[in-house]
């Protein structure tokens, strides 16, 4: 079960902007991207969460940016869960080129039940398949990440 979750980017064309850098839109949908792709590798897949009738939301996003990223990088996004609350999970993202943070990510999400869409609290079922990964914790050195960027940050 990865407790921090890695996702290999190479930008694309496709996202690159008038400025010649990376859109900024392309970092939210990197984001997306990770988030599902994690839960998926947790046993969470889209079908599932519509099997089981609730899923989460976004209920809001927060990024910064701290380098800008070009066509051809090869880039990784890192993502994992700092906190599950009764009706929130709060996921965070860091996105690095060549150990060099180039953007901060969170996301607050809401599970909702489906048929009302309408947040309703985190099963147990499904917060228990989640491993909570709080600021502090050894594994970040290993990457390299420094949590203290994300100080009193959603």
């Known amino acids: 079960m990865p407790r921090i979750f890695a996702m290999p980017i190479v930008v694309g064309r496709e996202s690159i902007d008038l ?37 989460f939301i976004a209920k809001a996003h927060w990024i ?3 380098r800008p990223t070009f066509e051809g990088d090869n880039l990784t996004m890192y993502t994992w869960i700092e906190n599950m609350k009764e009706k929130t999970s709060l996921r965070r ?6 150990k060099k943070v180039c953007m901060l990510g969170s996301t607050q999400w809401a599970f909702i039940d489906i048929r009302t869409s309408r947040a309703v609290e985190i099963p147990q079922e499904i917060a228990s398949d989640f491993p909570i990964v709080a600021p502090g914790d050894p594994i970040f050195k290993d990457l390299g990440i420094k949590t203290i960027l994300f100080k009193a940050v959603l």
Do not use: C, I
Not at 20 to 40: I, P, R, V
Not at 93 to 98: A, S
């Open 64 to 66: 910064e940016y701290l």
């Open 19 to 55: 400025m010649q850098h990376t859109n900024n839109k392309e970092y939210l949908k990197w984001m997306e991207e990770a988030a599902a792709a994690h839960s998926a590798e947790l046993g969470w897949t889209t079908k599932r969460y519509f099997d089981f009738g609730g899923a």
């Open 93 to 98: 993202f860091y996105l690095m080129r060549d």
